[in-house]
Each structure stands twice: as C-alpha cells, then as structure tokens.
C-alpha cells in the first residue's frame, strides 16, 4: 500500500489536520481523557467541552493537542459540526470516510474483494495492527447519511471496529500519545493523493440495522441469567465464552463480538442478546466505563445480525408448564381490564376489519383514521381512548409505491407543516412487490417483516388488504385460520392492533338497496369470527353524486349496536371524509334511473 513513512509529531498533526478541514468552515470536537483520573469522576476522567471553530481556531487546536497529549488521552472528530455540539443531529459534514482496526489491518486482497479503494491516509494509532484509514472526498460532503452509511458499510466488510462509523465519533489526532500502549506517538504512516467521490463505495453494501439506540431505550432488557437458563442448553464453545471472567486486552472485542454472534444463533432476540452483552462485558470491561457503551453492544447486534437474521416465531415446542385457565367463581368476578385504543371499537392487540365493496373509499378512510391516531387527533366519530400519539405501520400490499406517492400527496394537503414533521416520525409504509401473507409464517419475507415489528414497534399494523394477506383464496378455511393464529402469536409478541382494509361480497344485479351486515363480509365465516370489530362502508341510501353520503356501520364490536351508524362524505380531491351539513343529508334523492346507471361507479379510485 506505499512506503511507510513517519513524520515529526507536531509537523504530522498540523498536516492531518489540514487533511481533515481544509478550510472548510465548521466545529470540531476536541475531547480528552484524563490519565489518572479522580476515583470519585462520575464521567471516568473523560472531559468534552472542547470545540474549537476551525479554520479560524486552526493554532488552538494544535495548542490545545499539545498542552493536554502528556497529561491525557486526546481524541479529534473527523467530521464537523454546525454549532459546540458532537451530536450527528448537529452535523455538518466531512472530507473523509474512515475506519478503525483494533490489531486486524486487511490486505490488499480484501481490500479488492470488499470493491474497497486504497485508503488516502494510513495512520498508526500505537502498535503496529492499530491503525486509522481515512479516504478522502473530492468535495466535502454534507450528507450525513452517506458519510455514516459508507463508514459503517466499510467498518462491517472489513470487520473494523463496528462502533466507529456514526458522524460525531472521534479518534486519536496524529501528534497525540497513546498512553494506554505505553505512550506510543499516534503517526502517519502512509499517504496518498488519491481522492474519491461517495458513488466509488457504492459497491460496498451499506448494513441495514436491525437495532438502534432508541428502540432499546424504549423496550425493557431481561434478566441475562434467565435468558441464558431460558434458551439453554447451550454448547460447550458458548458455555465457555460466557463463564469467563477475564478477557486479555485486545481480545475484548472479537470476544463480545463472538457472543453477539452466539446469541442470535441461538435464536435470541436483540433485546435478549443485549442482556447478555452487557453482562459480559460488565465483567471483561471493554466498553463498561463508556459512557455511550449502548451504543456499542447495539452495534454489536447489528454486527451479528448481518450473518444471523432474527427467525422470530418458531413452530411450538412441548414446555415444563402447562396453560392456565380459571375456575367457575374465576370467570364470574372477573373485572375486565380491556386497553382500548378506541373505546369500544378498536382494542389493543385486537383485529378491526374496514368493509366496503371497491371504490367506496376504504384505503382513504383507513389512512385518516391511522395518520389522525398518529397525530393523536379526532377522526370523524373517533378519538384515541388514550390520549397519545401512536406509531402505526402501513402495509400496502395493493398500491406501488407511486401510487401511494400519488395518493398520500392529496391526503398531506389535510395537515400542518407541524403534523406532516409528526407523520414523518409516526407513520411508516411498506410497499414492495413482495406480499406479506401470514398464512406463509415461514417464508423469507415474514422473518423480515418480524424484525421490522421489533425494531419499529409499531402500535397499529394497518394492511391493505386482507385478500392479500389472509389467505390465497379467502375461502380457504385451512390458511385463514393459520393467518390468524400468526397474526394472534404476533399480537401478543409485538403488542400490535391490526386493523384490515377488506372487500365485502359483490351484491347480485338489480337487488336494489340493503343495509350492510356481516354476511358483507366475503370469505370465510372464521374472518368475522375472528374480529374484535367490524366498521362497514357504504353508500347512503340515498346517495347521489351531489351530497356523496356514505353510511359508516358497526357490523361487530364490543360496545356497539348492530343498528350503531353515522353518515360521512368524502372531498375526492382532499381524500378526506368530513361529517355531512344538513344540506347534504337533506339533497333531493335522485331518479331511479339514474341511481341505475350509477350503481357501478364511483367517484373514488380507491
């Protein structure tokens, strides 16, 4: 990879951090931690408050270097920032990708078979192994996603350290000294002037997570005691790993790495892996006193999980315990404790299914109701029970996803610039050419979806449609009813509420009206069985293309009368229903013939 050459201390940082800047104007983290700090140092000797605005702090940085190498470890940002902060929310970009490698430096070889460039810079961070490699943009780049996505992509194909990709990561400065390898200078080793666009990794595969640092400050993270004795027995290699006490230093990592790696191939889920990653590493203390050591065993996860996808729910086995069920006097004192989303219609980890024949405007009225219970706001007749935001998660089985461009463009006009900032966290949607059918739990695309249920956690599952998901033929009885007990187990796994967009039963010609009931319901007698609620949606018995009534109706819930209904109307250019004036209800009903010639038309696409 070139000659090795070492440069003057002082003389090396001024050039690396020229590298680095240029003259690009921006923040730069400079933090530091103390050699010998004070037993009673809640933060471990580490000190951050060190921002210096570069170019016109240039000589404050070297200072600063200087003035703390003897007396602490010193550490610099490659990326930079838009105001003092670190945080990747306050980024301002970078020049340079980089990675990090712990004593594992790869080969030419690997480099080619990863369609990894030759790095721009080589720096040695202590002994010969540790090393740095920055590759350096032609232009400096403020996408912040790509800078994380091509570090991250080259930190897992080259097994680098997996918890030094994201944008505020910072990394010894060349000049400093690395008192934690019996004071070894930090120094250039190599340099190139070979300068790369972000399209030359494209050919690096960007790892999706599976895990991130929010979705496991929300979940709780079991005793790791119980989850060992819960997934046992374990091999002789993991018993092992998992009862050492000890882990000599530079083998700490590949050794979290290791079980990380053991426990997804045991079939834990990641917050159960966490458990155990935290208590080794409690014990070997490689990132014990950190004080983002999260961050690090998510990435651990995230690492594993690239080889080791989540299986989620597996066929049942025979356990040591046996159901429970409740004696006679159990059954008649029992208070029901039922969590309502919806007071009476929509309970939580229950099924509601939205009917109407096609083009009444099903997709439409389920998209109002789930983007208002995301912005916990009333929709029509509806209120969340609870009185808070929920995430929701949009399968759109029936619509690309440029028809839902086209679609949610004329439903975002509803909103404010506030809301739509709200949806962007709230509301989520897949819509691939792949189906998710629950009557397949074992085909590639569930364990996918799995994996997006525990990381998302989504509160409402919204599917469009049942056709699509239930079954390959609606009357098939056998995979209906294996679509539903899927769709139970993830209920009380995931803690989701699902509400299906469904079509009713074609009416036969000139039948003339009828009022909605749950023979509407097409398919299998087990779809309605299995219901917590049934909302129907119809034309009014006296609609026309004048007052456009629809006639909302509870086939089936709890709380709510067969007969229970109210009467809506729908702007088709907003794609919203509002709840009628009286001017609407009281328009004059059209001719017979003309409800005839209109009886298979609508003016809804959807």
């Known amino acids: 990879m070139g000659t090795v050459r070492s440069l003057n201390p002082a003389q090396g940082l001024e050039d690396f951090c020229n590298f680095l800047y240029g003259e690009e104007e921006g923040y730069i983290h400079v933090p530091i931690k103390r050699t010998d700090p004070d037993p009673e140092d809640r933060n471990k000797g580490y000190e951050y408050d060190f921002f210096f605005k570069w170019p016109a702090q240039r000589q404050d940085v070297l200072d600063h270097v200087e ?64 090393e740095h490699w920055y590759w350096r943009y032609e232009q400096f780049n403020n996408d912040i996603a790509s800078i994380q996505g091509i570090n991250k992509a080259i930190a897992y194909a080259l097994e680098g350290d997996i918890g030094a990709w994201d944008a505020g990561h910072s990394l010894r400065p060349v000049g400093s000294i690395n008192h934690k390898r019996n004071g070894h200078p930090v120094v250039i080793l190599n340099r190139t002037y070979n300068y790369y666009r972000p399209s030359d990794f494209n050919e690096v595969p960007v790892p999706q997570n599976s895990y991130d640092i929010e979705q496991f400050r929300k979940e ?27 882990q000599p230093e530079g083998k700490r990592s590949s050794a979290l790495a290791r079980a990380a790696y053991t426990c997804c191939e045991h079939g834990l889920d990641n917050s159960e892996a966490y458990s155990i990653i935290q208590w080794l590493d409690k014990r070997w203390k490689k990132f014990w006193d950190r004080p983002d050591k999260e961050r690090y065993y998510v990435d651990l996860i ?14 049942v086995e025979l356990t040591a ?41 099903k997709t439409t009225m389920a998209l109002g109701l789930t983007a208002s219970l995301a912005l916990n706001k009333n929709y029509l007749d509806w209120s969340s029970n609870e009185g808070k935001p929920y995430k929701i998660l949009y399968l759109s089985l029936e619509m690309s996803l440029e028809d839902n461009n086209e679609f949610f463009t004329k439903i975002e006009s509803n909103f404010t610039q506030e809301e739509i900032e709200q949806l962007k966290e709230n509301f989520h949607t897949y819509a691939r050419p792949e189906k998710i059918k629950f009557y397949q739990p074992q085909s590639p695309i569930m364990g996918k979806f799995l994996m997006k249920l525990q990381n998302l956690k989504p509160d409402i599952i919204l599917v469009d449609s049942a056709s699509f998901s239930l079954a390959s033929n609606l009357s098939n009885q056998e995979e209906v009813t294996k679509a539903i007990e899927v769709i139970d187990m993830i209920k009380d796994k995931y803690g989701c509420t ?109």
């Open 220 to 246: 709780h993270i079991p005793n790791p005691v119980k989850t060992m004795m819960k997934y046992g027995p374990w091999s002789e290699d993991a018993i092992d790993l998992f009862q050492k006490y000890q």
């Open 498 to 606: 699902f509400i299906f967009i469904h079509h009713s039963r074609k009416e036969p010609p000139n039948h003339g009206y009828k009022e909605a009931d749950l023979d509407d319901v097409f398919g299998s007698t087990f779809i309605a069985a299995s219901a917590s609620s049934i909302v129907s949606l119809k034309q009014h018995k006296d609609y026309s293309d004048a007052n456009r009534l629809m006639d909302v109706k509870y086939l089936k819930s709890r709380f709510s009368g067969d007969n229970t209904a109210f009467s809506v109307v729908m702007d088709g250019d907003r794609r919203i229903f509002n709840k009628p004036t009286r001017a609407a209800i009281a328009a004059p009903v059209p001719s017979q013939e003309k409800k005839k010639s209109n009886e298979n038309e609508s003016f809804f696409s959807i």
């Open 67 to 130: 003035r703390y190498m003897k007396v602490a470890e010193v550490f610099i940002t490659p990326g930079m920032f838009k105001e003092r902060s670190s945080s990747v929310a306050h980024s301002h970009g970078s020049y340079v990708a980089w990675a990090d490698f712990d004593g594992n430096v790869p080969s030419l070889d690997e480099l080619e078979e990863a369609n990894i460039p030759q790095p721009t810079m080589r720096v040695q961070s202590s002994v010969p192994g540790r």
């Open 302 to 315: 995230n690492f594993a999980r690239q080889k080791v996808p989540y299986e989620g729910i597996k066929d």
């Open 321 to 361: 315990e046996e159901i429970e069920t409740h004696n006679w006097a159990e059954v008649v004192n029992y208070v029901d404790t039922t969590r309502w989303l919806i007071d009476g219609i929509l309970p939580y980890k229950g099924i509601m299914y939205l009917v109407g024949r096609s083009g009444t405007g």
